[in-house]
T-cell receptor, first 114, second 113 residues
Framework: GDSVTQTEGLVTLTEGLPVMLNCTYQTAYSTFLFWYVQHLNEAPKLLLKSSTDNKRTEHQGFHATLHKSSSSFHLQKSSAQLSDSALYYCALSDTGGLSGKLTFGEGTQVTVIS | EAAVTQSPRNKVTVTGGNVTLSCRQTNSHNYMYWYRQDTGHGLRLIHYSYGAGNLQIGDVPDGYKATRTTQEDFFLLLELASPSQTSLYFC????????????FGPGTRLTVL
């Protein structure tokens, strides 16, 4: 079945330094990859999505590139801000299988300190 | 913007009690989902549906029933609540356009004493 792996469970960063959160996946079908962000006491909301191989996608200072050859969709930002402290989920959708489900990773809790 | 609402936002019940969590979406989406979120476990899918009257079993269905009465409304039922069901519950909706990008409701915090 489908799977998503986020290798970092907890990340602590200093404000102004770069951010990189890892996401790798396994699927037998064509798919969309997503990054969701969840701030404290809020619902998850979409940060980025992509289905196009080797195309950089950007939003709110974050960017990610889907690499199908390595099954990766890492999230990056050049300079962390205190407001980036949140829980980040990588997810994939089974568009080929048409189940309508998203497979989520376990999440990476990011804390940015000054 | 997509809209998903949930009620109640907070609920406290006792062990063995009956609880119904409600979700409504006004996105005209076919798919709706119920998740629970617990520290250390991320988002776990309980049940989902791709239309009125349809129900699909998710990854952690034990102890939960669900019913999709209309395209807009999806309910999660706990008929004999247990303390292990204390959690934060999210509803979401999606459709095939956009690759099943999910829009989440604000969540319901359930406490079972």
């Amino acid at each position: 079945g489908d799977s998503v792996t986020q290798t970092e469970g907890l990340v602590t960063l200093t404000e102004g330094l770069p951010v990189m959160l890892n996401c790798t996946y396994q699927t037998a079908y064509s798919t969309f990859l997503f990054w969701y962000v969840q701030h404290l006491n809020e619902a998850p909301k979409l940060l980025l999505k992509s289905s196009t191989d080797n195309k950089r996608t950007e939003h709110q200072g974050f960017h990610a590139t889907l690499h199908k050859s390595s099954s990766s969709f890492h999230l990056q930002k050049s300079s962390a801000q205190l407001s980036d402290s949140a829980l980040y989920y990588c997810a994939l959708s089974d568009t080929g299988g048409l189940s309508g489900k998203l497979t989520f990773g376990e999440g990476t809790q990011v804390t940015v300190i000054s | 913007e997509a809209a998903v609402t949930q009620s109640p936002r907070n609920k406290v019940t006792v062990t063995g009690g009956n609880v119904t969590l409600s979700c409504r979406q006004t996105n005209s989406h076919n798919y709706m989902y119920w998740y629970r979120q617990d520290t250390g476990h991320g988002l776990r899918l309980i049940h989902y549906s791709y239309g009125a009257g349809n129900l699909q079993i998710g990854d952690v269905p034990d102890g939960y029933k669900a019913t999709r009465t209309t395209q807009e409304d999806f309910f999660l039922l706990l008929e004999l609540a247990s303390p292990s069901q204390t959690s934060l519950y999210f509803c979401a909706s999606s459709d095939v356009a956009g690759g099943y990008e999910q829009y989440f409701g604000p969540g319901t915090r359930l406490t079972v004493l």
